[in-house]
């Protein structure tokens, strides 16, 4: 079992910066992929950011160059910096994380709203 905890989100004009917190407890040994999804209102969830154990990461093309996926303590902490916002990325923000042989678990958090004015 790995349970998720984010924070850091908020509200923030258009332009401003946040930086979103996942906090893994539990079985976090076994992780192999980190993620950040977004839902917007009347959304899809969207995949906005991945790390993988080994470090590498990918990002959707809409957030290139503005968002920056790190993690901290052995994976167990997640990070998303996410710098000169946009209104239409108002949305609640998602830790998501694989793990296991074959990436045969997957854990979620709860979400944290991100909120961006124009």
């Known amino acids: 079992q790995v349970q998720l905890v984010e924070s850091g989100g908020g509200h923030v004009q258009a332009g401003g910066s946040l930086r979103l917190t996942c906090a893994a407890s539990?079985?976090?040994?076994?992780?192999?992929?980190m993620n950040w999804y977004r839902q917007a209102p009347g959304k899809q969830r969207e995949l906005v950011a991945t790390?993988?154990?080994?470090?590498?990461?990918n990002y959707a093309d809409s957030v290139k160059g503005r968002f920056t996926i790190t993690s901290d303590i052995k994976n167990t902490i997640l990070y998303l910096q996410m710098n000169s916002l946009k209104p239409e990325e108002t949305a609640v923000y998602y830790c998501?994380?694989?793990?296991?042989?074959?990436?045969?678990?997957?854990?979620w958090g709860r979400g944290t709203q991100v909120t961006v004015s124009s």
């Open positions: 998501n994380i694989l793990g296991g042989p074959g990436n045969t678990y997957q854990y």
């Open positions: 539990g079985t976090t040994f076994s992780i192999n992929v």
């Open positions: 790390m993988t154990r080994s470090g590498s990461t």
